[in-house]
């Protein structure tokens, strides 16, 4: 069974900093590139950051030098680290796992973690 499990949100004060954890469970992780995306209320999900099998990262530009994906293949997670939040930060975060073979693509989500930031 695929399972992805976020962790590490919660309330912060702007300037703050939080760690989200996802734990994946039920398939071979290294081989999938791994994905962080939020949604604010009214607002469509977006990517925040990817890190891929090979470890190639891209972030959103909005991070701009605030957030940093990482993985850890031995543990089967991949963690984002977010700093100097803004209350414009304040979304639902969930990570993705991702793979492509042929014709074939395989995509698996967490249920979310609730970052909020505010005074």
């Known amino acids: 069974q695929v399972q992805l499990v976020e962790s590490g949100g919660g309330l912060v004060q702007p300037g703050g900093s939080l760690r989200l954890s996802c734990a994946a469970s039920?398939?071979?992780?290294?081989?999938?590139?791994m994905r962080w995306y939020r949604q604010a209320p009214g607002k469509e999900r977006e990517l925040v950051a990817s890190i891929s099998t090979g470890g190639t990262i891209v972030y959103a530009a909005f991070v701009k030098g605030r957030f940093t994906i990482s993985r850890d293949n031995a543990k089967n997670t991949v963690y984002l680290q977010l700093n100097s939040l803004k209350p414009e930060d304040t979304a639902v975060y969930y990570c993705?796992?991702?793979?492509?073979?042929?014709?074939?693509?395989?995509?698996?989500w967490g249920q979310g973690t609730q970052v909020t930031v505010s005074s």
């Open positions: 993705n796992a991702y793979k492509t073979t042929g014709t074939k693509s395989y995509d698996y």
């Open positions: 039920g398939f071979t992780f290294s081989v999938y590139g």
